[in-house]
């Protein structure tokens, strides 16, 4: 069993900039890929960003293309999503998820290959 739990959500002007953090227990983060995906009200849930097991491989939807950017701390048992150049359409639910792969350099974009899910952290872009 992995537990994460995400922060670093707010409210942020357009332009503007988050860092979102997420934890995970157990000793093996190093052996997980990592990904983000986000919900927005009355949507479906997307994928956002994932990184490979040992931070090679990035992978990104196209609508974050060059504003954001995914990396981990393996010795911190903690993924990022830096996320720059906020646009109203980014606001959602931002959720971080494990994937238990033993491709080192996967980066899967389904949700379906991801084992465990964060609570979720509120990204509110204001116009």
């Known amino acids: 069993q992995v537990q994460l739990v995400e922060s670093g959500g707010g409210l942020v002007q357009a332009g503007g900039s988050l860092r979102l953090s997420c934890a995970a227990s157990?000793?093996?983060?190093?052996?997980?890929?990592m990904g983000w995906f986000r919900q927005a009200d009355g949507k479906e849930r997307e994928f956002v960003a994932a990184?490979?097991?040992?931070?090679?491989?990035?992978r990104y939807v196209d609508s974050v293309k060059g504003r954001f950017t995914i990396s981990r701390d393996n010795a911190k048992n903690t993924v990022y999503l830096q996320m720059n150049s906020l646009k109203p359409e980014d606001t959602a639910v931002y959720y971080c998820a494990v994937d238990q792969t033993t491709a080192s350099w996967r980066v899967a974009v389904s949700g379906r290959e991801y084992d465990y899910w964060g609570q979720g952290t509120q990204v509110t872009v204001s116009s």
């Open positions: 990184i490979s097991r040992l931070g090679g491989s990035t």
């Open positions: 157990g000793r093996s983060f190093s052996s997980y890929a």
